[in-house]
């Protein structure tokens, strides 16, 4: 292969070009023979490449051959944002480990707090919720705010005494959002910190209901 569809676009691949494009791509990033920059140069452009089964499977072939951590960090960060439960049960065990540094950590806690979205995912993201990192159990309290799934309650109603008061304010927003009380509605960062106790002791009381289902 070459590298034209790194630079080049769609529309300069003659036949069935979009998969002829994803092809390459993924070529580049699960091959032996590719350097690590190129293989960044494809991650560069990963936003704009479909979410299909063949890409997914180009980049688990990458993790295997590629010794640069912090490009296996990336690639298996594009995979969390891509729905891979391992990969995320993967990053979230690295997170927990505390052996990573900030930019590997920052790698993965973009990606939890911001593309994590499935139901399948809801107990490796409530798992995060128990790291002594408060950059952590932040991303993970975002991710379950985003998701605003009704089974992650019990998880919310607990993250409410979080010493960290960012991890709070996800906490009370996934909850508002879940709850969807009229006069309830998520406070900013400031409303919260001003009326703190109203917002927490409303919310744990709340929480003390029904248990609630997951939704898919």
Do not use: C
């Not at 439960?85 to 065990?93: G, Q, T």
């Not at 927003?173 to 998520?186: M, Q, Y």
């Amino acid at each position: 292969y070459t590298l034209a569809a790194v630079s080049g676009s769609v529309s300069e691949v003659e036949s069935d070009p979009l998969q002829a494009v994803v092809a390459e791509l993924g070529g580049v990033i699960s091959s032996f023979a590719t350097t690590d920059a190129e293989k960044w140069k494809v991650l560069a452009k990963a936003s704009g490449i479909p979410n299909v089964n063949s890409f997914k499977l180009s980049l688990r072939a990458g993790l295997d051959v590629t010794a640069n951590p912090d490009l296996k960090y990336r690639i298996q960060a594009e995979l969390v944002s891509r729905g891979d439960p391992s990969a995320l049960r993967s990053s979230v065990d690295l997170l927990l480990s505390n052996t990573l540094n900030d930019a590997q950590r920052e790698t993965f806690l973009l990606v939890i707090e911001n593309d994590v979205k499935t139901s399948e995912s809801l107990p490796i993201i409530t798992h995060l919720l128990e790291s002594p990192d408060p950059l952590s159990r932040r991303a993970a309290a975002e991710a379950l705010w985003h998701m605003a799934n009704p089974s992650t309650v019990p998880d919310l109603a607990r993250t409410l005494q979080d010493s960290d008061r960012e991890v709070r304010f996800y906490a009370v927003r996934a909850l508002s959002d879940i709850a969807n009380e009229p006069g309830w509605d998520g406070p900013s960062e400031a409303e919260l910190q001003e009326h703190q106790q109203k917002y927490l002791a409303h919310w744990q009381d709340w929480a003390k209901g029904p248990p609630r289902a997951v939704v898919p």
